[in-house]
């Protein structure tokens, strides 16, 4: 089982952005919790941030000629803007399952559309850092 942990922009600034939405653990604590769990669960995982909309598709892409079996994603704000990751998402037909760290079904209306989401196999949303956990759950079990 090969699994892709794809982070959209900004999300590298964890840590210093806004704590009170998104806590104070970094990228590197989060990339760190994912390998430790992927050790302990024996699949195989790549993590990867981009603050740039055409190398996320660039990335979900090469999943694709990589034989990746699943993608966690969180697009960061190009979740609500891009119907290019959507597209890339339905032209590589890889199982995903959307993240956010925040509660965004709480907050601003611009916050409210996920293009990504349809799709999505699930999503997962203001479950903080163990949110990827969960997401990388739901990937395991098929
Ligand atoms: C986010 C929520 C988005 O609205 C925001 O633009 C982000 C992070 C989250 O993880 O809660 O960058 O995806």
């Given at each position: 089982?090969?699994?892709?942990?794809?982070?959209g922009p900004n999300l590298n600034m964890l840590g210093i952005r806004e704590p009170a939405i998104y806590g104070k653990a970094t990228y590197?604590?989060?990339?760190h919790m994912i390998e430790d769990y992927a050790r302990e669960r024996g699949f195989e995982v790549e993590c990867?941030?981009?603050?740039?909309?055409g190398a996320l598709v660039?990335?979900?892409?090469?999943?694709?000629?990589d034989g990746v079996d699943g993608i966690v994603f969180n697009p960061g704000a190009y979740t609500h803007t891009s119907i290019a990751l959507?597209?890339?998402?339905k032209a590589v037909g890889i199982p995903c399952v959307e993240v956010h760290i925040s509660d965004v079904s709480q907050r601003e209306d611009f916050r409210q559309t996920s293009y990504i989401?349809?799709?999505?196999?699930a999503s997962v949303i203001g479950r903080g850092l163990e949110g990827y956990i969960d997401a990388i759950d739901i990937l395991l079990q098929k």
């Open positions: 089982m090969k699994l892709l942990v794809l982070n590197a604590n989060l990339v990867c941030q981009s603050n740039h909309e660039d990335k979900i892409q090469q999943a694709y000629f959507l597209d890339a998402l989401r349809q799709a999505c196999k």
